[in-house]
């Protein structure tokens, strides 16, 4: 039993997001006004997750239904017209386990270009300005569906967050 907790902790720290504020840390919901339009990015699952049950392309659909329901334009990520456009990147780390399950971690953090100044010298790149992540343990069964609602609730979060720096006029949506 000892062994077993020990083993969840451990894989539960490697599963810690790389900002280890980023529970819930946001540059600000600020850094969303006056954005026009996003695009998604999902980083590729393992075969062990695709044969259990989620998708990458599941996700990203998922992702991509709900903001367009909130009027949010999601455009292509591969568009090279909008190379420069935020993104919205999903990164879902999963560690099977023979005991438990799933340990998983789930991240969706907004990506956008940003200035650097060194003095007189300028550059850009692109940087986290908003995001959120989640941690949990879950059966083998239950894993997908347990994955999908959580990365539903953090878009939800994101959309809450995007909507109250972006309010619809009442000519939007109608």
Known sequence: MQRSF?????VGCFLCPTNPLLADVNLGRETLRDIKCFSV???????DEIRDGISKSQLQTD??????KEGIT???????????????YL??????????GYVYNILLQLKQWVELS????????????WGIGKIA??????????????????????????LAENPK??????
Do not use: W
Request: glycine share 2%; charged share 30%.
């Open 6 to 10: 020990f083993l969840i902790v451990v």
């Open 41 to 47: 990015s999902v980083e590729r699952l393992d075969d």
């Open 63 to 68: 992702i991509e239904l709900r903001l367009r």
């Open 74 to 88: 999601v455009v292509d990520h591969d568009d090279t017209t909008y190379f420069y456009a935020p993104y919205l």
């Open 91 to 100: 990164n879902c780390r999963l560690i099977k386990t023979e005991n438990c």
């Open 118 to 129: 060194y003095g007189t010298q300028r550059s850009f790149c692109c940087a986290t300005t």
């Open 137 to 162: 343990i879950v059966s083998t069964e239950e894993m997908p569906r347990h994955i999908r609602d959580n990365v539903a609730d953090a878009v939800d979060e994101f959309i809450n967050d995007y």
């Open 169 to 174: 006029t009442t000519t939007e949506g109608k």
